[in-house]
Every structure is written in structure tokens, then in C-alpha cells.
């Protein structure tokens, strides 16, 4: 059964502290995305790689965040230092390109809460 | 940039059918997609319709499109209680990123 793996589910950190989210994509997607979801602003791109490389990283905070994919198999968001704004759901997502688009497949999302 | 826009909210009868809508501003959309959200859980992919189609069916789903108003809809046939969930509208970034954009997302709720 393949699925996007997304680690943690949940985690609540201070303010001021790194968080890590990992992603592992499902194998042989060559595309990741970085979503995150709140309930002001709905579901935004952060980033997205394609063959590990960032292909568009717009949407992220550079001062804060940084997403990087290590390896074909996984994918890391980082958050340093974090503020409380920051709390929301982080999804990753993984596909393969078709048509000059992706159908993304989505993980189950961490949801980080930043106190 | 793109666009993309649903209704927030919308509330049916089980057993009566549900439409909801999106509408885009990029048409140069290969796919457009509809993705199902569950409390606690992930996207995921509910059905999609090619661009040069103006109708989808898949078992109690419907998808209408019409590409000169821009206009995407899911039609839900018997709607059950199982179906509520968040529905979201995406469609393909111009310039052929590969990338998806997303409507905000329609809450269904489904009453007994």
C-alpha cells in the first residue's frame, strides 16, 4: 500500500525551539510539494522539489524555514527559530509529473503547535 | 497569479444530491482535480476531469466543466453521512510548473 509518510504526527514545541518534520515519499515519485494548512489562510505551497531539487520555495518565510530533500526518500521542512504563527498542519505531498502537471498524493500532515 | 474560488460551506440532507462549485482564473489547466478531506486526515484525490472533457462520472460522483465560464463542479449523488468532509477544487499552475493551486476548501455537512 503505497502512502506519503509524514513524521511526526504531532508535535507541540516552544516558542523559540527547531522543529523538523520529515516526509517519505511514495517510492518512485520524483516530485514533493509542502503544504500547509490553517484556517485563516486555507492550503499554501511552501516549496516543492523535483529529483530532490527545489523547483519554487516562494511561498516558505527563508528567514525561518528550510526544506530539503537529503535523499530521494526523504524530505525535511525545518523551522528555526519557531514562533507561535507558525502553528498549523504541514503537509507533504509526492507525485509524478504528467501533462506538465502533478497529482499530488497527499500524507496524513503534522500538526505543529507552537506555544 | 491564478485563482481559485469555492463556496465556504454547504449543507444537505442525507440521500439528497450535493453540488458544489469552484471557479478558476487560469484556463491552461491540463487536469482539474477534487480532493476529499476527513477530520485529522490528509488530501485525498477524489476524482478529476481532462480539459477537454465537460463531463466525469464515477459511480455517485459527477464532474462539470464548463472552460469559458471557468467553472468546476462536483455533483454527489445520495449523499451519505460518511460524505462529509472539506472538498477542495485544484487546478494546475500556468507555466507549467507542475505545481497544483487550491480553492479554500467547501465544508460539507451531510444531516441525518
Known amino acids: 500500500d503505497a502512502r506519503v509518510t509524514q513524521t511526526p504526527r504531532h508535535k507541540v514545541t516552544e516558542m523559540g525551539q527547531e522543529v523538523t518534520m520529515r516526509c517519505q515519499p511514495i517510492l518512485g515519485h520524483n516530485t514533493v510539494f509542502w503544504y500547509r494548512q490553517t484556517m485563516m489562510q486555507g492550503l499554501e505551497l511552501l516549496a516543492y522539489?523535483?529529483?530532490?531539487?527545489?523547483?519554487?520555495d516562494s511561498g516558505m518565510p527563508k528567514d525561518r524555514f528550510s526544506a530539503e530533500m537529503p535523499d530521494a526518500t526523504l524530505a525535511t521542512l525545518k523551522i528555526q527559530p519557531s514562533e507561535p504563527r507558525d502553528s498549523a498542519v504541514y503537509f507533504c505531498?509526492?507525485?509524478?509529473?504528467?501533462?506538465?502537471?502533478?497529482?499530488?498524493?497527499f500524507g496524513q500532515g503534522t500538526r505543529l503547535t507552537v506555544v | 497569479g491564478e485563482d481559485v474560488e469555492q463556496s465556504l460551506f454547504l449543507s444537505v440532507r442525507e440521500g439528497d444530491s450535493s453540488v458544489i462549485n469552484c471557479t478558476y482564473t487560469?484556463?491552461?489547466?491540463?487536469?482539474l482535480y477534487w480532493y476529499k478531506q476527513e477530520p485529522g486526515a490528509g488530501l485525498q484525490l477524489l476524482t478529476y476531469i481532462f480539459s477537454n472533457m465537460d463531463m466525469k462520472q464515477d459511480q455517485r460522483l459527477t464532474v462539470l466543466l464548463n472552460k469559458k465560464d471557468k467553472h468546476l463542479s462536483l455533483r454527489i449523488a445520495d449523499t451519505q453521512t460518511g460524505d462529509s468532509a472539506i472538498y477542495f477544487c485544484?487546478?494546475?499552475?500556468?507555466?507549467?510548473?507542475?505545481?497544483?493551486?487550491f480553492g479554500q476548501g467547501t465544508t460539507l455537512q451531510v444531516k441525518p
Open positions: 505531498a509526492s507525485g509524478l509529473p504528467r501533462g506538465g502537471e502533478t497529482e499530488a498524493f
Open positions: 487560469d484556463s491552461s489547466s491540463t487536469y
Open positions: 485544484a487546478v494546475g499552475s500556468s507555466g507549467n510548473t507542475g505545481k497544483l493551486i
Open positions: 522539489f523535483r529529483n530532490r531539487a527545489p523547483l519554487d
